[in-house]
Structure formats: structure tokens, C-alpha cells
């Protein structure tokens, strides 16, 4: 996409009609993408904490201040007092650069992203199903399904350009199948509805797979040449009749039959998911159960048949192939091979630890027991993004040192002991890897303002202040060291990033980029069935707390809103927290719109706008989290899926009431 | 006055404008054309950029004027603006300055507006290759200029046939008085052919009433639930023109004026949640109104270029021509528009 910059500041955006993928279009927010960059509340200077004020400071006393706090706590309680939460909004060799700060210079694996509490599970289920936990395709291929199976994502709202190659292969005649609790547009356009319970996925996935073996429709032959374990699996999905399942989810087992039966039957059927699938306290199961159905149909590996998991943030694709994960070093290489270890630790000096260290949430309640001592937290806001907000504040003032690098003040930065001012998007050099894989180019359009910096020249600096190597002369010469040392990465430079960009694997200079991955061989062999089981969720509805609470977005917000509600056009849009919820339970409550009600769980309350919504079941409540005002992670639960540690963010029992006027 | 530029004389005399004024011209890049300031970039004159001209009369983003409080009272300064010169726009966006000169100058005129356009000089480039979403035609506004301009250039094969109707387009083409030669019938008989064959090439079926008849048969709920809510359509349109203010900054900032777009459902939503247009497809059956019955109103000229843009950005499944459910990409294959 284009920035427009007139005399320094930027004036408008526009997308660029050769892009594979937007071909000239863009959502609205893409549109007003660069609208905050030259807003005045932009953090100008490095502040540092005195009692409660944060005070201006130089740059060399807030790196000197950070370095000599981490050299202390990690001197006298270890490595394993000290963490790094990395930025999925920043660029790959931000956080390639972080990751090795965390690894070489502190000596800790305690290095995480925001994607733990996003696609935590893809990577995991995926990556064990078929050897990588990215999407399989391109999302220009969508268009040439036959049939699509939406699990989970409000398509239209949170990923428009993608809804629009789905509506694209729809009106060439595929057929859509939509599973949303809510009714979304998607929904309403597909040629079927299916309204699970909240938290009931493995059970219709699993009665979806039970009735295609049924009916014969299985690729019997991909699933004996090219698959291990489909056996153990058919065992356990037996059990999940239509009638079960309809039982368990609500689902009309006539419904599943046709769901069964359209996507059995299509050559080319492709499974489209997003956060009403990972974000729960099994969704690694969820997202295994659907990789389980695509392998038994054998739609892997071609164009059109596939898993898309659709990512949100601009570059939790990158910052997950960098390694800025607490088990894995860049491009997904396991911590505990040695030859891996050994190639990093030729290559950065030194020592890297080989245990597997914590991940996001688990960084927090170590701060909070006390174990984790120091932690620094890149372009993110967990106060407000991650579940249970008065726990996570607890455990960030329990902290003896805490540095945050970000571009506006947040909830978060206000707990820090060292606040950096970052360098946004439009103000440096670097890459992104799209949730299609594509790493792309990103330019410098305007100057930060005041004195921040991109944040890789920060990095540098700190990692040098902490007795570790690190000179680049440019982020180009870092995508270099990316490449030398991540085989996946292995042919991407700047010189061959035009603006198609490059998707990975790319493993050498002369290789084209992989659209469709998986196509004759998975990088681990064979793809690999598991049985999951279902589960109910933790919390159900009771007495007490009659009403399924989830969370979600707003088509006009992204995150926890600190850009776009600083964008005048979307914040007018949407200048509101809100909760959604059925117009008859609302008339029975005598709530109408715009009613102010109190949303209570066991874990907090806070005050909101009803919005009367008929996509919205009766018993349920839908609550977006963007906004400080109204945290719906007050609400949230941490109940942790075992495997990916995502937590369960889609389903909270709670209560309503009618605030007085 | 008229001359003719040799082809390859048209970076010198661009060399030369350079000198005196900001050339704004539209450059090819590797993601597409666009129009830039004009440093020596070579240039793409086939293709028509996403982004209209206009931007440069009524950007996305302005700063009004800066506020700054100082002893307890506001200075206000507005912020200087630059001449330029627009080279190579397209008749369909001259036809769309040419509306918005009567939109915004309608009583009392919009002075944002005008010191912008009164800073502006106009070199329009008449369309021998219009693009397959090109309609110009069939609504009077190209392929060749009709409106006011300073200098109209057509490319007749080896070279342009310049023709200067305002003082300024003598004074561009005095610029480059060594690089020109005489002009000849011949040259003029070359752009009367090349115009016409343009204006053959382009659909006959697009007119203003054509339209206006699509907009009567159309589903405009069917319609509305193929729409992103986007707002593409708006921005890249060279006669949307809305716009939004606001004040950034306290005490000190500036008042920002920011374009907007009906095609979002906050637009017309009344303070205390109201809202008159509240489905996709109310907004989109307003969009049409806008420009095929309220701006012919105001202005007498319908509101729309033909220049197709709307479709071009238009992510939905939303013919935005014939007004029906179907996706450009299903009646354009995706190479051609590359």
C-alpha cells in the first residue's frame, strides 16, 4: 500500500492495484491506516519512573538504567527471573533481534508473543498435524474452492479482503458453510448456518468426520499415502453420532448431515478459522479436530483445498517464525536439537539456554509469585489484552523492573519502570510476513517524532549494554542473519523483496517462494491424525451466572484500540464499548438499546452500553475488547489450554443487570 | 496556441517546469502508478493512478490552520500552501475538478478549497487508451478534455500535440520553447481519429439516464450485503468530497479536516443512535442518489466521471456499473487489470 506524505506528514493511503492479494482494494481500516501516526499523544522522549511520575529522560540513561536493572536481577536470582513479551506489530527483525537479546544476552528462553493468545494453538495443532503451523495456501485461492467451511471468524468484519475472495469463490458457485454462534454476514450468505453451543467445536467437528467415513466420502487413498494415525482417530470420532452431537452442541443433526455431506463431497474443500477457534481452554484439540477433517478429505496441498487460519495482527506470522516463542528458535527449529543449538550458538557466541522457557501468561503469574522479576514488554498492552486484568496489574506492579517500548501511553506503560518511545510502522525499515506467508517489505515514509527510534536500533543497543554482539548496519543486514540461520527464510533479501513480496518456505536465493504448501510431502513426512475428545468448558451458565459471555472485535477497532481510537474516523464509528446480546432477552429484563447494564463474572464487573442484536443467541452476550473504559478481560477467565497455554477467552459465565440511571 | 513535443523532449520540458514550480506527475513504481512529485521518475502515462488527482485539491488529511494559546489568548496560522503543477491528469478527473470548483464554490465558497485550486496549474493528457473500467464517454466527461484546463497534451504516436488555453499554458510551453515544434493539421487530424477510436472502445451503454435506470432495477439489500463497508468507493472517487472536522490537540493543535465517507454507517448516525441510513444497502442506494440526482441538482452535471475507479477498488461482488451481484474478477480476469 501506498503512504501519501505531503511536506513530512502523511496525508492519505491508498492500495496498490499489482498487490497479489488486495489488488487495489482495502478494508476501512487498512484505508486509515496511517491516521494515528502523527497524532500528538505519541510517546516523544524515553521516560523513566520516579515515585509515581514518569520523568523525561535521555536515551542513554533509559538503556543504561534498563541494562544495569536486568544485570542485577539477573545476577542475583538468575535468568529465569527475567522475560521478554516481543511486539506481533513489530517487524520481523525486531523481533528476531529480540529473541536473541532474550536468548544470548539475558540468557533466557522466557520469550513470548500476543500470538499465545491467538494462534498459540495453530501453531501447535498444526504444526504436529502437518509439520507447519501456517496456512496452507494462498489466500488468493479461496477462490477456487468448492466448497468453504468458515469456523469462528467474523470473515467480513475482521478479515474483509479474505471474505472477499470467499464471496468471490461463492458466487463462482462454491458452497459456504458458516459456524458461528452469532449470525454474522457471513452467515447470512452462506448456503448454511451452523449455531454451536459456545465451546462444543469438538464435538460437530468430529461428528462432521464420523459421518463423511460413513458415507464414504473420505480420501482413502490420500489418507494411506500420505497420513499416519487416521485409524485411532475414526475410533474416537465413532462415538459422535449427528443425534450426539446435536445433543451436545445444539446443532440440528440434519444440518451436520448437510454439512457432511457438502463439504465430503467437494474436490476442493478449504477450512477458514480464527479466534472463535483457538481461543479456548482445548483449542488445540479444536484446531487438531479440523486439521483431523481436512486431512480425511484430503484437502491438503492444493489450490483451493486447505487450512487458513486467519491471523490479526500484522505480523504475528513473523514475529512466530522468528522465534520469539518460549520453545523454538527462528524458522520453528526445536530448541532441544542439537544441531540447531549449535548453529545459533556459532553464530551469536556464547550461550543459549536449551530448557524450553514460559510463555506469556505464565511470565505473569511467575511476576506475580514472585519468581520472575524483570520483564520487557515490546508494542503490546497486556492490561488490557490479556484475560483477568486485575491479576495481570497485580503481577506487573509486583515486577522489580519493568521497560516497555511502545508509540502511545497505555494501561501498560503506565505500570512500566522505563518507557521507550517507538518508531511506527510508517517510520522504519523492515518486514511483515502476512498470515499468507508473505514477507514484505515495509518503508520508511516520515520521521518518528520527537526522539523515538525504530525499535531494532534500541535493541541493539540494550543487547550490546548487556555484553552480547549485536551490529547491523541496517535491518536489511539483520534479514541477512535471518536468513543464513532460519532454513524456511533461507532465500529471502531485500534486493528479491519486490512488491509481490516472497512466501516461505524459500529455502535458497534461485527458489520462487511456496504458494501452496504440503503439495506432495509434509516437512515432517507423513501427516499425523490425532483423537481429541470433547470436553465441557470450565465455567457453564448457572444460577448464579446465567448468561455465555464471549469476547471478540469490532469491525472499526484493532486491539486494545490505542491507534484506532485515535483514529478520528473509526473512533466516530465506534466511540463506545458495547455488549451485544439477544433483543428477547433484553425486553424480558426491560433493557433496551443503549440501556446502561453492569456485566458481572466471578472475576470482575464492569459498565456498559446493550446493544440489541438478533444475530446473537438467547443466553448469550458478546463483548469486544478495545476498550480501557470497559475491559472485557476484567471478565475473562484463565483457565489455560494444556498444551498451547492459550487461555479461555470465548466462554465466561456472567450475569447483567440493569445499571440505574 | 499550439505546438508539438517530440516524445523524447517531454523529460526536458518537465526539467524545465521543475525549475520553477512542484511537478506533480503520474511516475510508475513497481506497485502500480502514481502520482508523485516529479524528481526525474520515468513516467506512466497508460495507465490511470488509483488515487485521483483531486487529493491534491482536497487531500485525505488537512491542516486547516494551528492553534496555539499564548497569554491566555488563540493565534490562529494557516499553513502555506504550495503551487503546483498537476501533469498528465486524465479528462475524467479535470471533469471532476471542474465539478468540485461548482461544489465548493457555491456560496459562501470553501477557502480551503480554493487556495489550493488557485495555487494549481492544470496539464491535462487526453485519453487514447482508456482502461476496461473506463466510461467517461458515456457521461461527457472524456476521453477528450472538455473543461478548463492550461495546457492539453495528446499523445499522437511519435510525440504531443500541445494545445495552451490559459496564459499559464502559454508560459509551460514557453518553458520549453527550444525542445517544441510547429504543430501540424495532420497532428490534428491524428487526435480527432485517436479520440474517436477511444470513444469507441469505451461501453455505449453508460450513460447518465443508463445508470439512473440500473439504480431504479437494483436490489439494494442484495447489493448491501455483498458490501465490506470499505469505503474504497468514497476515497478513491475524484468528486467525493465529504469531509469530517476535527480538532487535534489541547490547548495547542491544529483543526484537521479529514475526508469521510458515507458508505460507513456513522456517517449518518444521529447523536442518540439513530440512523436514517442504516443498512449497507441504504448506504449504497445514497452513494448513487448523491451522484446521479442531488450533485446534477446542485451542479447540473452528474456527479460521476466515469473514470471507474470504484470498481477497480471495490472488493465486494458488487458490479458498480450495471449495479448487480457480481464480482469484477468473475467478468475481468485478474491478469488483464494487472
Known sequence: ?661 | MKAFLPKDQLPFLLEELGERIEVIAPVSTDAGPSFVTWQGQPLDLKDKPLTPITEFLLPHKEALFTYVQEAGRYIFKEEEIPSRLLFGIRPCDLHAIALLDRIFGREPPDQAYFRRRRATALVVQNCTSPGRECFCAGLEAGPEAKDPCDLQLTDVGDGFLCQAETPAGILILNAGRALLKPALPEHLQEKAKLLQEARRAMPQDRSCSQIRQAMERADWEALGRECLSCGGCSFVCPVCHCFNILDLGVPDGQRLRCRDSCMLPGFSRLTGGANPRRTPGQRLRHWYQEKFEDIPQITGLPGCVGCGRCHLTCPAAINRVDLTVASRFVDDSSEARR
Open chain 1, 1 to 661: 500500500m501506498f503512504l501519501h506524505v505531503d511536506g513530512g506528514r502523511i496525508v492519505g493511503t491508498s492500495p496498490s492495484l499489482a498487490h497479489p492479494m488486495s489488488r487495489g482494494s482495502l478494508c476501512i481500516k487498512g484505508w486509515l491506516a496511517a491516521d494515528f501516526v502523527g497524532h500528538p499523544d505519541r510517546l516523544k522522549s524515553p521516560l523513566i519512573r520516579q515515585g509515581d511520575l514518569l520523568i523525561k529522560t535521555t536515551w542513554d540513561e533509559a538503556l543504561a538504567l534498563t541494562a544495569a536493572s536486568l544485570r542485577s536481577i539477573q545476577k542475583e536470582f538468575g535468568p529465569q527471573a527475567l522475560g521478554v513479551l516481543t511486539s506481533a506489530k513489530g517487524t520481523n527483525e525486531e523481533n528476531y533481534l529480540l529473541m536473541k537479546m532474550a536468548r544470548a544476552a539475558l540468557g533466557t528462553n522466557n520469550v513470548d508473543h500476543v500470538a499465545r493468545l491467538c494462534h498459540a494453538p495453530t501453531v501447535a495443532a498444526l504444526g504436529f498435524a502437518l509439520g507447519s503451523g501456517a496456512m496452507t495456501g494462498s489466500i488468493s485461492s479461496l477462490q477456487s474452492s468448492d466448497a468453504i467451511l468458515v469456523v469462528g471468524s467474523n470473515t467480513t468484519e475482521q478479515h474483509p479482503l479474505v471474505a472477499s475472495y470467499i464471496l468471490r469463490a461463492r458466487s463462482r458457485g462454491a458452497k459456504l458453510i458458516v459456524v458461528d454462534p452469532r449470525k454474522t454476514r457471513l452467515a447470512e450468505l452462506a448456503d448454511l448456518w451452523l449455531s454451536p453451543r459456545q465451546g462444543t467445536d469438538v464435538a460437530w467437528i468430529n461428528c462432521l468426520l464420523n459421518i463423511i467415513v460413513q458415507q464414504d466420502l473420505a480420501d482413502r487413498q490420500f489418507i494411506k499415502e500420505r497420513t499416519d494415525g487416521f485409524i485411532e482417530t475414526l475410533q474416537a470420532t465413532s462415538a459422535y453420532t449427528a443425534e450426539k452431537a446435536e445433543e451436545i452442541s445444539g446443532i440440528p443433526a440434519a444440518d451436520l448431515v448437510k454439512a457432511a455431506s457438502i463439504f465430503g463431497l467437494a474436490s476442493r474443500g478449504a477450512i477458514v478459522y480464527a479466534m472463535g477457534v483457538t481461543q479456548h481452554f482445548r483449542g488445540t484439540d479444536i484446531v487438531q479436530a479440523l486439521a483431523n477433517l481436512a486431512l480425511a478429505t484430503g484437502n491438503v496441498g492444493r489450490d483451493g483445498a486447505g487450512v487458513y487460519p486467519l491471523r490479526g495482527h500484522q505480523n504475528v506470522q513473523g514475529a512466530c517464525d522468528m522465534g520469539a516463542l518460549p520453545n523454538v528458535l527462528s524458522g520453528y527449529q526445536l530448541l532441544s536439537s542439537p544441531q540447531a543449538q549449535a548453529k545459533f550458538v556459532e553464530a551469536w557466541g556464547g550461550q543459549i539456554p536449551c530448557e524450553p522457557g514460559l510463555t506469556a501468561l505464565e511470565m505473569l503469574w511467575a511476576a506475580e509469585s514472585g519468581s520472575l522479576k524483570g520483564l520487557i514488554i515490546v508494542g503490546e498492552n497486556p492490561v488490557l489484552s490479556y484475560p483477568h486484568t486485575s491479576r495481570v496489574q497485580k503481577a506487573l506492579k509486583g515486577l522489580e523492573f519493568l521497560m516497555v517500548s511502545d508509540i502511545f501511553p497505555t494501561e501498560t506503560t503506565a505500570l512500566a519502570d522505563v518507557v521507550l518511545p517507538a518508531a511506527c510502522f510508517a517510520e522504519k525499515d523492515g518486514t511483515f510476513t502476512s498470515t499468507e506467508r508473505r514477507v514484505q517489505r515495509v518503508r520508511k515514509a516520515v520521521d518518528p517524532p520527537g526522539e523515538a527510534r525504530a525499535e531494532w536500533e534500541w535493541i541493539c543497543d540494550l543487547t550490546e549494554r548487556l555484553g552480547a554482539k549485536a551490529e547491523y548496519s541496517s535491518p536489511g543486514d539483520v534479514m541477512d542473519e535471518i536468513a543464513s540461520l532460519t532454513p524456511i527464510y533461507g532465500g529471502i533479501s531485500y534486493e528479491r523483496l519486490g512488491p509481490d513480496g516472497l512466501q516461505w518456505p524459500c529455502p535458497t536465493k534461485d527458489h520462487p517462494g511456496t504458494g501452496v504448501m504440503h503439495v506432495s510431502r509434509f516437512p515432517h513426512g507423513r501427516a499425523c491424525f490425532r483423537p481429541v475428545l470433547y470436553l465441557d468448558p470450565p465455567e457453564t451458565p448457572d444460577a448464579d451466572y446465567p448468561f455465555m459471555l464471549t469476547t471478540g472485535r469490532s469491525m472499526y477497532h484493532f486491539h486494545t484500540g490505542t491507534m484506532t481510537r485515535r483514529t478520528s474516523l473509526l473512533d466516530r464509528e465506534v466511540p463506545t464499548p458495547f455488549v451485544k446480546m439477544n433483543p428477547e432477552d433484553a425486553r424480558l429484563m426491560g433493557i433496551r438499546d443503549g440501556t446502561k447494564v453492569r456485566v458481572e463474572t466471578r472475576r470482575g464487573s464492569i459498565s456498559v452500553e446493550a446493544r440489541l442484536a438478533d444475530g446473537v443467541h438467547k443466553g448469550d452476550l458478546f463483548l469486544p475488547f478495545h476498550f480501557s473504559e470497559a475491559p472485557a478481560n476484567a471478565l475473562t477467565a484463565q483457565s489455560l489450554d494444556p498444551v498451547s497455554k492459550i487461555a479461555e477467552l470465548k466462554v465466561s459465565a456472567a450475569r447483567l443487570k440493569k445499571e440505574a440511571p
